[in-house]
C-alpha cells in the first residue's frame, strides 16, 4: 500500500529491535520472500539547464534523474526464524540502491542482513541492521508520498553493528553499538578506535504512536555527527497522520584546518496527513527545513529556510499494483536549485523566498504486500 503508514513499515522491517521481545520463536518458518519494484517519470518544471544539483534530486521520485524514466528501486527480501533465532535480508537494485552505503556502483546494495536472538527478556542481534530513525523508508511502497522529505536525506538507512531491544509494558526501547554514523568504509580499519552508538524508545499513546531516537559517532578523528529525531503517528478509520521533527549537527573539529570539513547543522519540521478510501488515496506533506553547511553557494557556506509542500494522489489498479501521481512545490531563501533563471533573476516565493522549483512525479509501484488496509 503506498500510502500506508510508514511507521509501520518501518516497524516491521526492524521488528527484531521494536518489538521482537514480545515474539515467541518457537517453530522453524522460512525462508520467506517478498518482491517490490517501482518505476517512475518525473519532470522538473523549471527546467534546469545544467547537471541537476543535489538540491533539484531530492524533489525526484528516483532521487538522481529528471524528464527520465526510472527504475526507483527493486528489492528482493528474505526472512526466516530457527527456533529462537530469526534473520531477515534485504537486496535493493536501481536508483534508490545509492542511499545504502557500500553500494556496488550505485545500482546494488545489500541494504539489511541480521540474525536476531530472543533471549526472552530481551533480543539481541547483529548485521547490518535498519535504523529506527524518521518516518519514511527507502522502499517507495512504504512511504505516503513519492518524493522524499528533505529532513530523510540526513537520515542513515541502515548501520553495521550489534543491537539489544526489549518490551517493558507498552515502552519499547533499543540500544546498539555501531560502526559509525553510516556503515563501514571499505577501507577503513577503524583508525580512530571510535564507534556511534543508537538509541531510541517507543510507546502507544492514546490514538497514536511515539518514538524518540538519537544517533552519536565521532569518525576518523575529523566531525561529530549528532541527530535527534521525534516521531508521533496514528490513523483513525480511512485517516492517517504523522508529525517528525529532525535536528542534524556535524561538527568538524580535525587538527589538521585544511582536512575539517564544514560544519553542518539542519533543523527541519515535517508534517503528514492522508487516507485512502477503497481504491483512492491522498496524501499531503509540509515541511520547514532550515539548512547551514550542507553545499556551497558561490564558494560560501550555503544558509537557507526552505519550505516545501507536496500533495499526492494514488489509484490501485489491483490488488498491489498502484498508480501514483505527484505536484511538489519548494521555496528557499536562497539561491539553491538549478533552472532557467538561476543566478540571475530573483524569484520572489509566498515567504520572501527567492528560489523556488516545482516538480511533477508520476510513479507505477508493484507493492510485496496487496490491498490498501
Known amino acids: 500500500m503506498p500510502s500506508a503508514k510508514s511507521l509501520v513499515s518501518t516497524g516491521i522491517s526492524a521488528v527484531f529491535l521494536l518489538a521482537g521481545a514480545t515474539v515467541a520463536l518457537a517453530d522453524d518458518t522460512g525462508p520467506t520472500f517478498t518482491f517490490g519494484s517501482s518505476v517512475s517519470f518525473d519532470v522538473d518544471i523549471n527546467q534546469p539547464r545544467k547537471q541537476n544539483t543535489d538540491e533539484n534530486r531530492k524533489t525526484y521520485a528516483d532521487g538522481e534523474s529528471e524528464e527520465s524514466f526510472n527504475i526507483d528501486l527493486v528489492q528482493i527480501g528474505v526472512s526466516g526464524t530457527r527456533s529462537i533465532v530469526s534473520y531477515g535480508a534485504k537486496f535493493d537494485f536501481g536508483d534508490w540502491s545509492e542511499v545504502v552505503d557500500n553500494d556496488i556502483g550505485d545500482e546494488a546494495a545489500l541494504q539489511e542482513m541480521y540474525l536476531a536472538v530472543d533471549a526472552g527478556f530481551a533480543v539481541f542481534s547483529a548485521g547490518r541492521i535498519p535504523t529506527p530513525i524518521g518516518y519514511e523508508v527507502v522502499e517507495p511502497w512504504a512511504d505516503p508520498n513519492i518524493s522524499r522529505s528533505r529532513a530523510w536525506f540526513y537520515q542513515p538507512v541502515s548501520h553495521d553493528g550489534a543491537a539489544i531491544a526489549g518490551v517493558a509494558g507498552p515502552v519499547s526501547m533499543m540500544a546498539a553499538v555501531v560502526n559509525g554514523f553510516h556503515t563501514s568504509d571499505n577501507d577503513q580499519n577503524n583508525p580512530d578506535d571510535e564507534y556511534g552508538v543508537i538509541a531510541s524508545i517507543g510507546s502507544r499513546i492514546p490514538g497514536a504512536d511515539l ?25 483513525r478509520d480511512h485517516w492517517r497522520y504523522g508529525l517528525e521533527g529532525t535536528w542534524f549537527d556535524g561538527d568538524g573539529h580535525s587538527h589538521n584546518a585544511s582536512r575539517a570539513p564544514l560544519d553542518a547543522t539542519v533543523g527541519d519540521v515535517t508534517g503528514y496527513g492522508g487516507a485512502t478510501f477503497g481504491h483512492w488515496s491522498g496524501d499531503m506533506r509540509l515541511s520547514w527545513t532550515d539548512q547551514k553547511g550542507t553545499n556551497k553557494n558561490f564558494e560560501r557556506r550555503n544558509h537557507e529556510n526552505i519550505v516545501s509542500f507536496t500533495l499526492t494522489g494514488g489509484y490501485e489498479i489491483v490488488d498491489g499494483v498502484v498508480l501514483r501521481a505527484e505536484y511538489r512545490v519548494d521555496s528557499s531563501s536562497d539561491r539553491i536549485f538549478d533552472d532557467h533563471n538561476s543566478y540571475t533573476d530573483k524569484v520572489t516565493g509566498p515567504y520572501g523566498q527567492t528560489d523556488l522549483i516545482n516538480v511533477v512525479n508520476v510513479q507505477l509501484m508493484w507493492t510485496p504486500a496487496t490491498g490498501q488496509n
Do not use: F, Q
Open 211 to 235: 518514538r524518540l531516537s538519537a544517533i552519536y559517532s565521532d569518525e576518523k578523528d575529523s566531525v561529530r555527527k549528532v541527530e535527534l529525531n521525534g516521531l508521533i503517528s496514528g490513523s
